[in-house]
């Protein structure tokens, strides 16, 4: 049974260029959550969604950042124009369908980004 | 702004020592979670304890919570090296249970 799986684990981008973030859900899991996390800090929520459904984008900046989760697919998280200050850690995490904050969250191993 | 703050930030304890974090919260909340993470990895899930409990445990950890303060404390007995890692409480507040907030967390280290 596959847990949380994020690609690419590692991304390198160019100031300006774009960044596509993939997170594939456990089998089941239809509630899906970004986290960005910076060196020695804390996961800062970005983004809550549902299949089809953004729930909650209260934590991820309006410009340049955008999150989807497909009916079919994997849940996307989009990073336009990135400048210096994008480079992090980006996480995911899924939880089942029911009562999705009176359980645990599952973690993918993240996504690294950096900014040259 | 983070919903938890744990305390204390770093802690260096020698292995069999027992290690104790703590967490205050600032608002109502349904329940509160423990998570580990291992450096460059995604967190893992350890306990969750609900508003209307004091206190539960598991294996070598124990957690309590004091909803009057607005504080929970994770105790690990007996520590192991394999037990450094960073320890992180989070928190879904009463009226919104679709969000779950994380802490800075603890960076516990075992010395051998």
């Known amino acids: 049974n596959a847990g949380v799986m994020q690609n690419p684990r590692h991304l390198v981008r160019r100031r300006g260029q774009e960044a596509r973030l993939r997170c594939s859900p456990m089998?089941?899991?239809?509630?899906v959550y970004w986290y960005r996390q910076l060196p020695e800090e804390g996961l800062k929520f970005m983004v809550y969604?549902?299949?089809?459904?953004?729930?909650?984008e209260s934590g991820m900046p309006k410009e340049r950042f955008s999150a989807e989760f497909p009916k079919e697919g994997p849940s996307i998280l989009r990073i336009q124009q990135v400048v210096r200050g994008d480079s992090a850690a980006y996480f995911c995490?899924?939880?089942?369908?029911?009562?999705?904050?009176?359980?645990?969250?599952?973690f993918g191993e993240g996504s690294r980004l950096t900014v040259l | 702004s983070q919903q938890g703050e744990e305390d204390p930030q770093a802690l260096s304890i020698q292995e069999g020592e027992n290690a104790t974090m703590n967490c205050s919260y600032k608002?109502?909340?349904?329940?509160l979670q423990w998570y580990r993470q291992n450096s460059g990895r995604g967190l893992v899930h350890l306990i969750l304890?609900?508003?209307?409990?004091r206190e539960k445990h598991s294996g070598r950890l124990r957690v309590t919570l004091d909803t009057s303060k607005k504080s929970s404390s994770l105790l690990i007995t007996a520590s192991r090296a394999a037990d450094t890692a960073s320890y992180f409480c989070?928190?879904?507040?009463?009226?919104?249970?679709?969000?779950?907030?994380f802490g800075k967390g603890t960076r516990l280290h075992i010395l051998p």
């Open positions: 995490a899924s939880s089942p369908s029911e009562l999705p904050a009176t359980g645990e969250l599952f």
């Open positions: 089998k089941g899991h239809s509630h």
């Open positions: 969604l549902q299949k089809e459904n953004i729930i909650d």
């Open positions: 608002t109502s909340i349904n329940n």
């Open positions: 304890i609900r508003s209307n409990e």
């Open positions: 989070a928190t879904a507040v009463s009226n919104r249970d679709d969000k779950i907030i």
